[in-house]
């Protein structure tokens, strides 16, 4: 099993819709979260952390559900920008290791 | 400007050839970190460093060996190139102590023919 899982979509939505997708990870002992954003043949980049009270940064907001072992990310207001890959990323006790998952792609039409 | 820059955007090797990808952040980072990123697989660790002349194996290690001399600088060593190393290749940097954030490069593009 990977140790951290995302649907691959791609979700495609209007402009100005709300789009919501998971990450699922499997070790319990994972102790911090975050979301990073991948435009098409470009970098990974830190979109936000995750923290265990959920959080916003502006029209992206992310939630971590420690007991079913997922994180969140739902965007609001889409604009055309943020069509992107989004990669879920865990962090161990290993200090050194994160996990990468495959990621999410969304896609934001006019 | 944060900045992690890779020596070529692009390569083209054959089966056997030695390959050097390099790696240099002006950031003064302690931590560096070699990744390969392929469809559906996610970017898996190769490598990482956590200081000058330190170095740990990532989860994919073989086939792969890195060289850091400097602090600035990280070098990916494929040997003997095979075609299944054929990838995008990422290199990364982090300021110690803070897990999260990773400065990438650009990435190269290595096919393996």
């Known amino acids: 099993r990977k140790e951290v899982e995302q649907d691959p979509g791609p979700f495609n939505v209007p402009e100005g819709a709300t789009v919501a997708f998971n990450c699922t990870y499997s070790n319990s002992a994972s102790q911090s979260f975050f979301w990073y954003r991948q435009d098409c043949r470009k970098e990974p980049k830190l979109l936000m952390s995750v923290y265990s009270s959920g959080n916003e940064d502006g029209r992206f907001t992310a939630q971590l559900n420690r007991a079913s072992q997922y994180i969140s990310l739902l965007i609001r207001d889409s604009k055309l920008s943020d069509s992107a890959t989004y990669l879920c990323v865990v962090k161990g006790a290993n200090d050194y290791k994160l996990s990468f998952g495959a990621g999410t792609t969304v896609t934001v039409r006019a | 400007d944060v900045k992690v820059t890779q020596s070529s955007r692009y390569l083209v090797k054959r089966t056997g050839e030695k390959v050097f990808l390099e790696c240099v952040q002006d950031m003064d980072h302690e931590n560096m970190f070699w990744y390969r990123q392929d469809p559906g697989l996610g970017l898996r660790l190769i490598y990482f460093?956590?200081?000058?002349?330190?170095?740990e194996k990532g989860d994919i290690p073989e086939g792969y060996s890195v060289s850091r001399e400097k602090k600035e600088r990280f070098s990916l060593i494929l040997e003997s190139a095979s075609t299944n190393q054929t990838s995008m290749y990422l290199c990364a940097s982090r300021s110690q102590g803070y897990a999260g954030e990773l400065f990438f490069g650009e990435g190269s593009r290595l096919t393996v023919l």
């Open positions: 460093s956590y200081d000058v002349k330190m170095k």
